[in-house]
């Protein structure tokens, strides 16, 4: 089982959630070919901004 974790400091909407499909683009290509589910979606707002922290 591959496992895949990254934090992301973006603007817009809390939308990911767990169960939900993912897609990722720009990475090889043996990680974008593969059928990604969110397991975890972290987000938090603090005075750096809008955090969200994705696990699949």
Do not use: C
Not at 23 to 33: A, L, N
């Amino acid at each position: 089982m591959a496992t895949f974790s990254i934090t992301l400091a973006l603007l817009g909407h809390g939308e990911p959630y767990p169960e939900q499909p993912a897609e990722t683009t720009g990475w090889k290509s043996s990680i974008g070919s593969a059928d990604w589910t969110i397991v975890r979606a972290t987000h938090s707002i603090s005075n750096t901004g809008f955090t969200r922290h994705l696990a699949w």
